[in-house]
């Protein structure tokens, strides 16, 4: 079990441009979330996948935000012309969804995005 | 939008001491979550309680769930200098699947370990 792993740790941009982040889950979880954190607050929901399809997506997803999950392996979140206000850490999570297993996500280290 | 609230937001306590945080939250849920947060890394689960479930063990943890006052306590006994980091709480609904939708967590309690 390698655990959820994200690339890039971090990523520096500017202002306008876009970029794309990539997920990878624990193998066999069939569920995968994004969270976005800023400083000083926990974690807020955006978006997740049951195996390829998108279940759920939160307000806070705007029409610049799309996120990916083509073959219900890893998922891509891409955000287009990006803003300052975009700049937080984006955390994946993933899960073995079951009746009995109460669901319990797992998360990566995250990826640290800067918009200057 | 945030529905726990941690209390306190800051706790200091010397090693070898109980550090107790608590979670209020707003809505029903099917299960609270508890998680660690070491500075600018993810989050480690620590531990999950259902909404039917009253009081959970996990080694050096303990975790009580009232539904009747939507609040929740997390206690970590003779704490360490390792326990230093933030804590959230993170509330899970049911989907029509029946399986947890999207976490909704509160801004966490950073725990200071005096060594």
């Known amino acids: 079990d390698t655990g959820v792993s994200q690339n890039p740790r971090h990523k520096i941009t500017k202002r306008g441009q876009n970029v794309t982040f990539r997920c990878d889950p624990i193998?066999?979880?069939?569920?995968l979330y994004w969270y976005r954190q800023t400083l000083g607050q926990g974690p807020e929901f955006l978006t997740y996948?049951?195996?390829?399809?998108?279940?759920?997506k939160s307000r806070l997803l705007s029409d610049r935000f799309s996120a990916e999950r083509p073959k219900g392996s890893f998922s891509t979140l891409e955000i287009q012309r990006t803003e300052q206000g975009d700049s937080a850490m984006y955390l994946c999570?993933?899960?073995?969804?079951?009746?009995?297993?109460?669901?319990?996500?797992?998360f990566g280290p995250g990826t640290r995005l800067t918009v200057l | 939008s945030q529905q726990g609230e941690e209390d306190p937001q800051a706790l200091s306590i010397q090693e070898g001491e109980n550090a107790t945080m608590n979670c209020s939250y707003k809505?029903?849920?099917?299960?609270l979550q508890w998680y660690r947060q070491n500075s600018g890394r993810g989050l480690v689960h620590l531990i999950l309680?259902?909404?039917?479930?009253r009081e959970k063990h996990s080694g050096r943890l303990r975790v009580t769930l009232d539904t009747s006052k939507k609040s929740s306590s997390l206690l970590i006994t003779a704490s360490r200098a390792a326990d230093t980091a933030s804590y959230f709480c993170?509330?899970?609904?049911?989907?029509?699947?029946?399986?947890?939708?999207?976490?909704?967590f509160g801004k966490g309690t950073h725990l200071i370990i005096q060594p």
């Open positions: 809505t029903s849920i099917n299960n």
């Open positions: 996948f049951q195996n390829e399809a998108q279940l759920e």
């Open positions: 193998s066999e979880h069939n569920r």
């Open positions: 309680i259902r909404s039917n479930e």
């Open positions: 993170a509330t899970g609904t049911m989907d029509s699947g029946g399986g947890a939708d999207g976490l909704t």
């Open positions: 999570a993933s899960s073995l969804f079951s009746p009995r297993s109460g669901d319990t996500q797992y």
